[in-house]
């Protein structure tokens, strides 16, 4: 699962996530709202697991009046393997998709150790 394609296609995940994100913190005023949304989302993965039955993961165990509870330690440790999770998936998909296409092409595939 872990090969060369696959890392460098889950390097290029995280690169484009943190460039897309990063005009909601030093970029334009007319890029930061849409750029705001791409950085949010995966924060709202933790409320909406919450909202699920996963325990732990807010604070005050989510009851903290009209505003939204801070995620716990917890919560910001199942983020991050969640999403990071959810990247390898992908980009084991990608890599297994573009190796499947070389092959239909009629290009060998690398041999390892050579």
């Known amino acids: 699962m872990l090969n060369r394609r696959t890392v460098k296609i889950f ?23 849409i750029s705001s ?3 949010l989302t995966p924060i709202w993965a933790v409320y909406i697991f919450h909202y699920l039955g ?3 993961l807010v604070e005050h165990g989510g009851a903290c009046g009209w505003s939204l509870c801070a995620p716990t330690a917890a919560g910001w440790a199942f983020l991050i393997v969640f999403w990071v999770g ?10 297994r998709l573009t190796l ?4 239909r092409a009629g290009v060998a595939p690398p041999r390892a150790g050579r």
């Open 100 to 103: 499947r296409s070389r092959a």
């Open 37 to 39: 949304d791409v950085y």
């Open 86 to 95: 959810v990247a390898c998936c992908v980009a084991w998909g990608l890599a």
């Open 54 to 56: 996963v325990a732990g």
């Open 11 to 33: 390097t290029g995940l995280w690169v484009a996530y943190a460039l897309l994100s990063l005009p909601a913190w030093v970029g334009p005023a007319f890029l930061q709202e």
